[in-house]
Every structure is written in structure tokens, then in C-alpha cells.
């Protein structure tokens, strides 16, 4: 599960990055570059297997079902669920599935 994951929102991209010893990073940046926000918190999986990952005290900037900006950002745990797309991972942030972390690249550290 660790590695490199991107987002893709109307309004900018968000990146985040997993690493092994369970913790991770966010980094947003808004279209204009105007928003740039970083967030640091701790990662695990949610069922004992590779189906569903929790982040603890996640950033949250997008406003949902809307898609836009949500400023401040608000902070709670969020659950993803995983799934492999051609040999790629996605961690699914909606019900509906069209609003996914893709992974772009594999990490180790």
C-alpha cells in the first residue's frame, strides 16, 4: 500500500504520499497555485486486509457532493476502500467511485 497517490479535483490536486511505517502526507495545490496546503498524520489498514485504509486526522479540503474548495480545511478520519484497476491502485474516496487516489508510484520507505 505504501507509495505516491494523486487526486484530481475541478479545483487542484492533492497528493498523497503512504510510507511503510504508517505514516503519510497531503499536499493540495489549487489550480491558480494560490492554495498550498501540507498535512502529516498516521495511516492503517481498517479490516486486517488490503480492501479498506484509514487515515487518521486527514486533511479534507474538497466539499462533496459539490467539489469545491472547502476553506479552512476540516480534519477527521476517513476511510478508503481499495480497489486494483489494471494493476494500479486506487483508494476510493466517494460511494460512487468516479472520486479516487491514483497510484503513480510504488514506495518502499
Do not use: C
Not at 23 to 52: C, I, M, P, V
Not at 79 to 99: H, P
Amino acid at each position: 500500500m505504501p507509495g505516491r497517490y494523486v487526486l484530481r479535483y475541478p479545483h487542484g490536486t492533492e497528493v498523497l504520499s503512504l510510507r511503510a511505517d504508517g505514516t503519510f502526507d497531503q499536499e493540495y495545490t489549487s489550480n491558480s497555485n494560490a492554495q498550498r496546503l501540507k498535512h502529516s498524520g498516521k495511516w492503517r489498514l481498517g479490516n486486517g486486509q488490503d480492501t479498506e485504509l484509514i487515515l487518521d486526522r486527514a486533511m479534507i479540503i474538497n466539499e462533496w457532493p459539490k467539489n469545491t474548495i472547502l476553506l479552512p480545511p476540516q480534519y477527521s478520519v476517513v476511510t478508503l476502500s481499495v480497489r486494483v484497476v489494471a494493476g494500479i491502485i486506487e483508494l476510493v474516496v466517494d460511494s460512487d467511485g468516479d472520486l479516487y487516489y491514483q497510484q503513480t508510484m510504488p514506495n518502499t520507505r
